[in-house]
């Protein structure tokens, strides 16, 4: 990870570390570990928006150590937590882009939970490496959503394609992958309708454009991101459930982690989701996408280890 990228990640994480974090790492200062501490990290760790759930499962870990390994002291059981939160986000495979002519990512998650914000900003750094990037707007069911990427592509620098309100996001998705097929791109990014007002109509729509796009790219989507909103905190979680009911996910993007301090969801989406975070939005801008990188956030959040 670049230098400026984990700047900007450790920076959009100021509101979290802020908030709580830095309470944790102040409860972990040089004391005794008692009984207080065990209730109060519990606390702290659940306020985070860690989720109840893996705050439990932290708890226990870090009890079971503290017996066995003897830990008497806050700061080694500060040490203990760095490594057991690390543990909680495990380094997953790279993306799998890059490896045929044309790659196709599908964009998914609720509407306002920064969708087309997100592919603006992916779109602009896959264009930055080189790459012949195609916008598919395939959320046909608002026409300010079309319009809305029609404006990012622009700023982006990058080419889109478009259908009529109400038509058929299928039909999108077919002529984005010809046409991108035709031009030599290599890189279709499709924005797909938020709807959640019944699991079937979800189901209906992205198995659909999951079908289309296969038929044409025989191995595509090869990404499918969620894109979920940071602000929501644990709200997330259950909507990123009916997600992964409809379509096979492959990875988050979290946007608007520099507007909140419920940035430890990270933690609950890989263990209740089992779902990497692979980029969050640290920003408005277009160049406000970081790429996620587990030693980073949890240094952003507790500071960097003393030893
Ligand atoms: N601060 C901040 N705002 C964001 C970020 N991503 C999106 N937004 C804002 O969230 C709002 C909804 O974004 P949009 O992309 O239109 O969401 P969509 O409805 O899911 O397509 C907009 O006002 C965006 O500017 C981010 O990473 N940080
Ligand atoms: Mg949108």
Redesign the pocket.
């Known amino acids: 990870m670049t230098i400026g990228f984990a700047q900007s990640l450790k920076d959009s994480l100021t509101r979290t570390r802020n908030t709580v974090f830095s309470r944790i790492a102040n409860l972990l200062g040089a004391s005794q570990v008692t009984e207080e501490t065990w209730d109060e990290l519990e606390g702290l760790l659940i306020q985070a928006d860690v989720g109840v759930e893996t705050t439990l499962h932290l708890i226990e870990q870090l009890r079971r150590r503290a017996s066995e390994e003897a830990i008497l002291q806050t700061d080694t059981l500060q040490t203990a937590l760095r490594e057991e939160l690390r543990a909680l986000l495990p380094d997953p495979p790279p993306l799998d882009l890059g490896n045929r002519p044309l790659d196709v990512i599908l964009i998914v ?1 609720v ?8 592919i603006a900003k992916l779109a602009y750094c896959y264009k930055q490496q080189g790459r012949q990037v195609l916008l598919a707007a395939a959320d046909t069911f608002r026409a300010a ?1 079309m319009d ?1 990427l029609g404006i990012w592509a622009g700023r982006a620098g990058v080419n889109i394609i478009t259908g009529s309100v109400g038509g058929d996001p299928g039909a999108i998705i077919f002529d984005a992958l010809q046409s991108a097929q035709a031009r030599g791109m290599d890189l279709v990014i499709a924005d797909t309708a ?1 709807r959640l007002h019944t699991q079937y109509n979800l189901m209906a729509e992205l198995g659909k454009i999951r079908t289309v796009a296969a038929k044409n790219v025989p191995t595509a989507p090869h990404e499918t991101l969620l ?1 979920l909103d940071a602000t929501t905190g644990q709200n997330a979680l259950s909507q990123a459930k009916h997600f992964q009911q409809a379509v096979d996910v492959t990875g988050v993007i979290l ?5 909140t301090a419920k940035g430890g969801m990270v933690f609950a989406i890989a263990r209740e989701l089992g779902l990497p975070v692979r980029f969050v ?4 801008r277009i160049e ?1 996408l970081a790429p996620f990188d587990a030693d980073v956030f949890i240094d952003g959040l507790l500071g960097p280890t003393n030893n």
């Open positions: 998650g509407n306002g939970s920064g969708k087309t914000t997100s959503a809305q938020g894109v946007a608007k982690l520099d507007s939005g640290t920003g408005e406000h």
